[in-house]
């Protein structure tokens, strides 16, 4: 079957950087995407990752290992607007979409 | 702008009857998704259409109903609403299956009573 994990939830502190991973076992492999979801929103894309190695955005890093069925998101210089879920999801062989159950990221001051 | 919208956005039902979600996207994208998200769970696909005129099955179709008569209409019909389809129902669209990011409407609470 296909699986994606992550942490159900985590904590930091404003100002900090925190790490959320996401590890896979898909039917093929065609690209992993990071979104961000507020509650009570909708996803919103943050990054997208193909080949291995490191995306930077801004505040926000997406890293793949494609070998080891692997990514994280990286968030630096967290902001309390950042508490949110992380989404992670897989495009698999048939171009679907197979998305794990988020990271609920709480931020303290 | 509009990108995606849901009608309507909440919406509680009884047990039986029937009702019908409609997304509409005014960015001529050519796929279009429905998803639902329950608690604890990833978003999973109910149904979804490549085109104007073509509707296919995800991973959880059973108990639901798609068309796509124009391309940017897509709607999700329940002919017969059960509480396991209490919910958040999500539509999104994307210009073409390999491109990246999916746009997400901003969602539809379905109770089920």
């Known amino acids: 079957g296909q699986n994606i994990d992550q942490p159900t939830e985590m904590t930091a502190t404003e100002g900090a950087i925190v790490q959320i991973n996401c590890t896979y076992q898909t039917s093929g492999f065609n690209g992993l995407f990071w979104y961000q979801q507020h509650a009570g929103e909708a996803p919103t894309f943050l990054s997208y990752?193909?080949l291995d190695g490191l995306e930077e955005k801004g505040r926000f890093s997406s890293f793949l290992s494609r070998s080891k069925g692997y990514s994280y998101l990286l968030l630096k210089e967290l902001q309390m607007k950042d508490s949110a879920s992380y989404l992670c999801a897989v495009r698999d062989s048939n171009y679907q979409l197979i998305w794990g159950a988020g990271t609920k990221l709480i931020i303290k001051p | 702008n509009a990108g995606v919208t849901q009608t309507p956005k909440f919406r509680v039902l009884k047990t039986g009857q029937s009702m019908t979600l409609l997304c509409a996207q005014d960015?001529?994208?050519?796929?279009m998704y429905w998803y639902r998200q329950d608690p604890g769970m990833g978003l999973r696909l109910i149904h979804y259409?490549?085109?104007?005129?073509?509707?296919a099955k995800g991973e959880v179709p059973d108990g639901y109903n798609v068309s796509r008569l124009k391309k940017q209409n897509f709607l999700l019909g329940l002919e017969s609403a059960a509480p396991s389809q209490t919910s958040v129902y999500f539509c999104?669209?994307?210009?073409?299956?390999?491109?990246?990011?999916?746009?997400f409407g901003e969602g539809s609470r379905l109770t089920v009573l």
């Open positions: 960015m001529n994208h050519e796929y």
């Open positions: 999104a669209s994307q210009p073409g299956v390999d491109t990246g990011e999916l746009f």
């Open positions: 259409s490549v085109g104007e005129g073509t509707t």
């Open positions: 990752n193909v």
